[in-house]
């Protein structure tokens, strides 16, 4: 018997006795390392290795659980009472996607204690100074897409294992300071004449310093304005950006084969099968007039 079995035992022989001392503990290690966790009582707790802080403002909602392949799912609650979750964490991004794990624990002996749930966080959502999160299990990873499709584009993410162009190039990538942020979305850079307008265009984007530090956002446009690289991003960033603040930019690409190609010379790792018929093929016709020698038509 291994010895979460003999803990997961102990503490379903407690819950017999009708008299228990159970609490819930969880744990959130997030992607750049941190490691908190918090319990929903009174006490501070070790589990599993893990210091769990005690009055935190965090409950958990019931857990919904199957024998299927169905995604396992609950919630977490609570008001931003910690000191380590602040809303600029939140919103720089910092706990999207942190793996989760949560504990039935027996309080009087934290040996005796059952994981209930293993997973990620998802989304979050803000109220003020109350913050509800869902998280997701295990199963979760089982809705990502499996094998190729077949398209013109290339299906690669820029600089990705499929892609392997190499982005610490100086070439496909710019590191600079901000000189403003309007609106949460524009983003203003100083222009050098480096990169032309548009090199960014489908970019990522990285806040390296500041209180967004970590952020990560996709680039919608990237245009040069009185000597001024302005870049906007598609969605607001929630991160507090602030003129000073140092950004990564990566190079874009669109996923043609002639980008690939020219841009980036890389058409080796070209993904996409730029020759393959469009949709209008199939209304193709027999004609009398004009070149019917079998040859292309373009």
């Given amino acids: 018997m291994t010895a979460a079995n003999a ?8 819950l017999k006795t009708g008299v228990t001392t159970v609490a819930r503990a969880w744990v959130i290690e997030r992607k750049d390392g941190t490691v908190l966790g918090f319990t929903d009582h009174d006490m501070d707790l070790v589990v599993d290795g893990y210091d769990c802080t005690a009055q935190t403002g ?3 909602k019931a857990l919904i659980q199957t024998t299927g392949l169905a995604v396992d ?7 931003l009472s910690d000191a380590r979750i602040t809303e600029a964490d939140i919103n720089a991004g910092l706990y ?4 989760v794990k949560t504990w039935l624990v027996n309080w009087r002996n934290v040996a005796d204690a059952k994981l209930t ?8 959502r803000r109220n003020g100074g109350a913050f509800e999160v869902e998280l997701r299990g295990l199963t979760e990873d089982l809705n990502t897409q499996q094998g190729r499709v077949y398209q013109k584009t290339c299906p690669h993410v820029m600089g990705d294992a499929g892609c392997r162009v190499d982005m610490t190039d100086p070439a496909h990538h710019l590191r600079a300071a901000l000189l403003g942020i309007e609106d949460r979305k524009r983003l203003r850079l100083a222009h050098d004449g480096t990169f032309p307008e548009g090199w960014f265009l489908r970019g990522k984007l990285v ?6 530090q970590h952020y990560v956002s996709w680039i919608a446009s990237d245009t040069v304005e009185d000597g001024v690289r302005v870049l906007e991003t598609w969605e607001p960033i929630r991160a507090d950006l602030q003129a000073g603040d140092v950004v990564l930019v990566w190079a874009g690409c669109d996923g043609r084969l002639s980008t690939c190609r020219d841009r980036f010379h890389n058409v080796v790792n070209f993904g996409g099968f730029p020759h393959i018929p469009g949709e209008d093929w199939m209304m193709s016709v027999p004609v009398r ?4 020698s079998g040859g292309s038509l373009s």
């Fill in 7 to 14: 803990a997961t035992d102990a503490l379903h022989a407690h």
């Fill in 58 to 60: 965090m409950t958990a």
């Fill in 207 to 212: 806040v390296e310093s500041g209180a967004g």
């Fill in 117 to 124: 749930f293993q997973g990620t966080l998802g989304e979050i």
């Fill in 289 to 292: 007039s004009g070149d019917n």
């Fill in 73 to 79: 799912n609950t919630e977490a609650q609570g008001a």
């Fill in 96 to 99: 999207d996607h942190a793996a």
